[in-house]
């Protein structure tokens, strides 16, 4: 699978570069000796180990094999501005060379935002297939209360054990399901902003993520025929390989789309109580959702109303305020760079042959999966389906609010963000 990633190096239909700073990628029960090659090849003389108080005990395959000290992150790690301080506060002591990130996402979103902004390289031992953000170079961080994505580095290597990520909590794995299921709507809105704005987009990398999906339904489909390890690793690959799709494409457009914007809102708690849910639980729960309202307005497109789109009544503070309160700067900066509506990506929307652009629009319709087939495979994983199984208020009330609000957490066109600013302006 990582063999059809490096191809897109020489030559891509797309006609882009591509480029990966992770140039080793092991996935194997002896990763830790290759890390200790891996280590001594790069002259490194000074590594620190990331992590928190759940895998704290998995530093010990590490150290076995290399001196390393370590920094564990108080509590259940968050990726925010007070956990990097304390990782940020033990680098500037000790002078490490190296940071290898031992951990699921959160240690990973803290340690890759430190690396970069210490400019020291980083290297990354998962232990959980819950997340494809191992390496991503981007970090998604609660950043004094509103969630951003930072530009960050991804690992230079990443060593992935079985035998360690397969012991992790049943619960951790069905959310790493959920987050590649969740690559359904956010590669079909990849394909709207190209059909709409003309926003770069590429086959290729596309191709990938659909790949890694195929591949996990097919493991679904038989989930009785595998271990828990060979089980785990096909999830982790999967996962791995929505990363450096990520990492291709320069962002993080292959792997987020409407389905996370949903999450990122729950993250924010501008709706909604704080919840503990993980990532791909509620990307999951996010991918149900809008994956159902894409359907119902497939179904019947309305481009005459897409046209009527008012960018400056759907940027306007009186109407975001309500839900974003104190963060409501923040997101009108996110959604207007230049401070003008001109800047918005509902702005760069252009349907100039409105029949080539329906049939764009129902060709790219076909990808998406039938919704009672997805919730089939992510009951299997375990997946969360509800938001009430998240933790959140369970009432249809709740979710419509969430998929109007959700799409201004990114300036990133998505058909969710395109049908709730018709319908705003409608009314």
Same mark, same amino acid.
């Given at each position: ?42 002259? !490194? *003389? %000074? @590594?620190?180990?990331? +992590? ?9 395959? /590490?150290?076995?094999? $290399? ?91 990443? !060593? *992935? %054990? @079985?035998?360690?990520? +397969? ?9 790493? /399901?959920?987050?590649? $299921? ?246």
């Amino acid at each position: 699978m990582f063999d059809n990633v490096t191809k897109l190096l020489t030559s891509c239909t797309c006609g882009k570069k591509h480029s990966l700073l992770t140039d080793e990628c092991v996935v194997d029960n002896n990763c830790e000796t290759a890390m200790k090659q891996y280590i001594a090849g790069r002259g !490194f *003389a %000074s @590594p620190v180990i990331v +992590c928190d108080e759940n895998t704290e005990k998995f530093t010990a395959n /590490v150290t076995a094999q $290399f001196e390393a000290k370590v920094v564990t992150v108080s509590g259940h790690a968050h990726a925010t501005e007070v956990y990097t301080a304390q990782v940020n506060e033990f680098i500037d002591s000790v002078k490490p060379d190296v940071l290898i990130a031992c951990g699921s996402g959160s240690v990973h979103d803290i340690t890759r935002y430190c690396a970069f902004e210490k400019k020291i390289p980083f290297i990354s031992y998962p232990t959980a297939a819950s997340v494809d953000g191992f390496v991503s170079g981007v970090a998604a961080m609660t950043w004094y209360g509103q969630k951003l994505t930072f530009e960050s580095a991804p690992p230079i290597a990443v !060593f *992935a %054990s @079985p035998a360690v990520f +397969c012991t992790a909590p049943e619960r951790l794995t069905a959310s790493g /399901v959920g987050d590649v $299921f969740g690559k359904y709507t956010s590669l079909f809105d990849w394909k709207i902003g190209k059909i709409l704005t003309g926003e770069y987009y590429c086959e290729e990398i596309a191709g990938l993520e659909v790949d890694a999906m195929n591949d996990l339904t097919e493991v679904m489909l038989h989930r009785d025929a595998y271990t828990a390890e060979d089980y785990t690793t096909k999830v982790m690959n999967a996962l791995l390989l929505s990363g450096l799709a990520m990492q291709l494409a320069g962002n993080s457009r292959p792997a987020s789309g409407a389905e996370h914007h949903m999450s990122h809102l729950w993250e924010m708690a501008r709706i909604n109580e704080d919840t503990d849910a993980l990532h791909g639980e509620k990307v999951a729960v996010g991918l149900m959702a809008v994956l159902r309202t894409y359907k119902k307005y497939l179904a019947n497109v309305d481009l005459d109303a897409i046209r009527a789109i008012n960018v400056e009544k759907v940027m306007d503070r009186a109407y975001l305020a309500p839900v974003y309160g104190e963060l409501t700067d923040g997101i009108l900066r996110e959604n207007m760079p230049d401070g003008t509506p001109a800047s918005s990506s509902l702005s760069k929307i252009r349907i100039d042959d409105a029949d080539a652009t329906l049939a764009a629009i129902r060709e790219a319709a076909q990808d998406l999966p039938d919704a009672d087939e997805l919730e089939k495979l992510l009951k299997i994983a375990g997946a969360t389906l509800t938001s009430a199984e998240v933790g959140l208020p369970a009432d249809e009330a709740f979710v419509e609010k969430t998929l109007t609000y959700a799409p201004y957490v990114r300036n990133r066109l998505s058909l969710l963000k395109v049908i709730k600013a018709a319908q705003l302006c409608a009314e």
